[in-house]
């Protein structure tokens, strides 16, 4: 069965249920229907938040289809449950854009689901279109304030680098001429589209503590300059109430299920190869509050979502994970080992053992950060014995113990060993939270900290606009920023086409986007995009709808 077709197999308990398992009562729900609904914010209570466990999910890196990091995810917390811990999964809310573009729906997949899951692969509760009409409404005011004559800030149309987002893959948008039609249609000047969950107000979202804190985070966006090369922010357009206004509900965090009838927590989408990566510290903290383990995803590898979630979103919450899960798969370290996507399904020990460097690499940045790792391999129908036995033989002369997690076809019974080897890693840990670097530290010592260190880079190279944006960036006196690198999810490198552990490379920074109100710059590194594309063939090709309503092609 397809993973739509087993999610149609579960009768769905009443969120009422979901809500009673963490203790709240049916009268703090704010419905959507029987099966969702938002949480109010005054769950949160920060000395229950210190006590209870935080297990980060990450990754190697993985194949274009990735490696069932979600899955995983909501398998664990359902074997967590199984074993007597409460237990609360939190994740990013899936874009349309991967849902109609290569990977198709990200709820998770077999007997390790969240639903009802074509309401959250869909439009859901309606968070990513807030964040598309908040960040929109500052795009509009911003034209509208250029041929004001009341009002004028004096905008300089050359030097504006706010662009507009939409919630879909659509690469004809990434550059793109606006104000034209006369008088009538503004003043011409180029612009652009981000994918929406690209967006400064997705990261403002994801890392508010509050709605004051939004809607103060909302007037810090860095806008551009006047013509007397004077910065413009968010605020000097009046733009951040109205903004907050759009995402008053958007702020609040999605309660839904897991197939197993476990409650789940969904809130916020940024991707980890072009944003931050990590759901909201709102709903990471409700979901702390309300349950004695929580079990989190950050997006690809430990080089991304990982790195970003303990150093950026940990150090602006004051979050401290207490363990890592590690998903590795037989058919990413065989495509590490040199095999291309079309050869992986036959078994090939050579190939694997030739792509645990890569699965290494990754293992080795789990210890800069102090906190005890488990490799859960996420295992196939074609993967082997002998394949699986060699990657335990390496994980364990690292010290890293590795567990078959078989949550696809069993759900939480196939992730109990898991569990139980999550929780002995958090009651024997010794070690201590620590970031990789400090966020007074000077911005091109801390990109080159995170370049050579987790990437394996020798260095850092810097085009001539990257380096003037570090002189913009010193001006505003953002050197105290946080640092959220923009880079491919496929290589621990900027080239794509390096798979395993490259090493004798450096990194290229091209250009620094700046997100003040998110508190972090973006360094764009090789040749990624923050509108992406549609593949060839896209998922939407495969996804209808028939005359009684009925979805079918999300997978």
Same mark, same amino acid.
């Given at each position: 069965?397809?993973?739509?077709?087993?999610? *149609?197999?579960?009768?769905?308990?009443?969120?009422?249920?979901?809500?009673?398992?963490?203790?709240?009562?049916?009268?703090?729900?704010?419905?959507?229907?029987?099966?969702?609904?938002?949480?109010?914010?005054?769950? =949160?209570?920060?000395? *229950?938040?210190?006590?209870?466990?935080?297990?980060?999910?990450?990754?190697?890196?993985?194949?274009?289809? @990735?490696?069932?990091?979600?899955?995983?995810?909501?398998?664990?917390?359902? &074997?967590?449950?199984?074993?007597? !811990?409460?237990?609360?999964?939190?994740?990013?809310?899936?874009?349309?854009?991967?849902?109609?573009?290569? !990977?198709? /729906?990200?709820?998770?997949?077999?007997?390790?689901?969240?639903?009802?899951?074509?309401?959250?692969?869909?439009?859901?509760? @309606?968070?990513?279109?807030?964040?598309?009409?908040?960040? +929109?409404?500052?795009?509009?005011?911003?034209?509208?304030?250029?041929?004001? *004559?009341?009002?004028?800030?004096?905008?300089?149309?050359?030097?504006?680098?706010?662009?507009?987002?939409?919630?879909?893959?659509?690469?004809?948008?990434?550059?793109?001429?606006?104000?034209?039609? &006369? &008088?009538?249609?503004?003043?011409?000047?180029?612009?652009?589209?981000? =994918?929406?969950?690209?967006?400064?107000?997705?990261?403002?979202?994801?890392?508010?503590?509050?709605?004051?804190?939004?809607?103060?985070?909302?007037?810090?966006?860095?806008?551009?300059?006047?013509?007397?090369?004077?910065?413009? %922010?968010?605020?000097?357009?009046?733009?951040?109430?109205?903004?907050?206004?759009?995402?008053?509900?958007?702020?609040?965090? +999605?309660?839904?299920?897991?197939?197993?009838?476990?409650?789940?927590?969904? #809130?916020?989408?940024?991707?980890?190869?072009?944003?931050?990566?990590?759901?909201?510290?709102?709903?990471?903290?409700?979901?702390?509050?309300?349950?004695?383990?929580?079990?989190?995803?950050?997006?690809?590898?430990?080089?991304?979502?990982?790195?970003?979630?303990?150093?950026?979103?940990?150090?602006?919450?004051?979050?401290?994970? +207490?363990?890592?899960?590690?998903?590795?798969?037989?058919?990413?370290? !065989?495509? #590490?080992?040199?095999?291309?996507?079309?050869?992986?399904?036959?078994?090939?020990?050579?190939?694997?053992?030739?792509?645990?460097?890569?699965?290494?690499?990754?293992?080795?940045?789990?210890?800069?950060? @102090?906190?005890?790792?488990?490799?859960?391999?996420? *295992?196939?129908?074609?993967?082997?014995?002998?394949?699986?036995?060699?990657?335990?033989?390496?994980?364990?002369?690292?010290?890293?113990?590795?567990?078959?997690?078989?949550?696809?076809?069993?759900?939480?019974? /196939?992730?109990?060993?898991?569990?139980?080897?999550?929780?002995?890693?958090?009651?024997?840990?010794?070690?201590?939270?620590?970031?990789?670097?400090?966020?007074?530290?000077?911005?091109? !010592?801390? =990109?080159?900290?995170?370049?050579?260190?987790?990437?394996?880079?020798?260095?850092?190279?810097?085009?001539?606009?990257?380096?003037?944006?570090?002189?913009?960036?010193?001006?505003?006196?953002?050197?105290?920023?946080?640092?959220?690198?923009?880079?491919?999810?496929?290589?621990?490198?900027?080239?794509?086409?390096?798979?395993?552990?490259?090493?004798?490379?450096?990194?290229?920074?091209?250009?620094?986007?700046?997100?003040? @109100?998110?508190?972090?710059?973006?360094?764009?590194?090789?040749?990624?995009?923050?509108?992406?594309?549609?593949?060839?063939?896209?998922?939407?090709?495969?996804?209808? =709808?028939?005359?009684?309503?009925?979805?079918?092609?999300? %997978?």
């Amino acid at each position: 069965m397809t993973d739509l077709d087993i999610a *149609r197999t579960i009768k769905l308990k009443h969120i009422n249920d979901m809500a009673a398992q963490l203790g709240i009562p049916a009268d703090d729900l704010q419905l959507y229907g029987k099966y969702k609904a938002k949480l109010p914010l005054h769950f =949160i209570n920060n000395e *229950r938040v210190r006590q209870a466990k935080l297990v980060l999910v990450s990754a190697l890196s993985p194949t274009p289809a @990735g490696e069932g990091k979600t899955t995983v995810s909501i398998g664990l917390s359902q &074997g967590l449950n199984r074993i007597g !811990k409460k237990t609360c999964v939190v994740l990013r809310e899936p874009s349309l854009g991967p849902v109609f573009g290569i !990977k198709g /729906g990200a709820t998770g997949g077999g007997y390790s689901q969240v639903l009802p899951m074509e309401d959250i692969n869909l439009h859901f509760t @309606g968070d990513i279109s807030a964040v598309e009409k908040a960040h +929109n409404l500052l795009s509009a005011l911003i034209d509208n304030n250029l041929q004001s *004559r009341k009002h004028s800030l004096h905008l300089d149309p050359r030097n504006i680098f706010w662009k507009r987002v939409m919630d879909m893959n659509d690469r004809s948008l990434r550059n793109i001429i606006v104000g034209l039609g &006369g &008088g009538g249609g503004g003043i011409p000047r180029e612009s652009g589209f981000d =994918i929406a969950v690209a967006s400064e107000v997705m990261a403002i979202l994801c890392l508010s503590n509050d709605l004051s804190d939004l809607k103060e985070r909302l007037g810090k966006i860095f806008i551009g300059f006047t013509l007397d090369w004077q910065p413009v %922010f968010a605020r000097d357009l009046k733009a951040q109430g109205a903004m907050a206004a759009l995402l008053k509900d958007a702020i609040l965090p +999605n309660l839904v299920q897991t197939l197993e009838g476990y409650p789940a927590l969904i #809130h916020g989408g940024p991707f980890a190869n072009i944003a931050q990566g990590t759901n909201t510290v709102i709903a990471t903290k409700t979901a702390l509050s309300l349950a004695d383990y929580v079990v989190t995803e950050a997006g690809f590898g430990s080089d991304l979502g990982a790195e970003k979630f303990m150093d950026i979103k940990c150090q602006s919450a004051g979050l401290a994970p +207490n363990a890592i899960v590690l998903v590795a798969t037989i058919r990413a370290l !065989k495509y #590490h080992g040199g095999l291309d996507l079309k050869s992986l399904t036959p078994p090939n020990p050579d190939a694997v053992r030739k792509g645990l460097a890569n699965l290494e690499k990754h293992l080795e940045n789990s210890r800069l950060f @102090g906190i005890p790792a488990v490799v859960a391999i996420n *295992r196939f129908t074609t993967d082997t014995d002998e394949e699986i036995a060699i990657v335990k033989k390496r994980c364990a002369e690292m010290g890293f113990q590795a567990v078959v997690a078989e949550v696809w076809a069993k759900g939480g019974a /196939g992730a109990e060993d898991l569990a139980h080897a999550v929780t002995n890693a958090v009651d024997s840990s010794t070690g201590q939270f620590k970031p990789l670097y400090d966020w007074s530290w000077p911005m091109e !010592k801390k =990109i080159e900290t995170i370049a050579t260190q987790i990437y394996g880079a020798d260095g850092v190279e810097y085009s001539a606009q990257a380096k003037t944006h570090l002189k913009r960036i010193t001006k505003l006196g953002l050197d105290g920023a946080a640092v959220c690198i923009a880079k491919t999810q496929k290589s621990l490198s900027d080239d794509p086409s390096k798979i395993g552990r490259p090493t004798g490379f450096t990194i290229t920074v091209r250009e620094i986007e700046i997100a003040a @109100g998110a508190g972090f710059v973006v360094p764009i590194t090789g040749e990624i995009m923050r509108m992406p594309g549609l593949p060839d063939t896209p998922a939407a090709e495969s996804i209808d =709808i028939d005359a009684e309503g009925n979805i079918s092609g999300l %997978f």
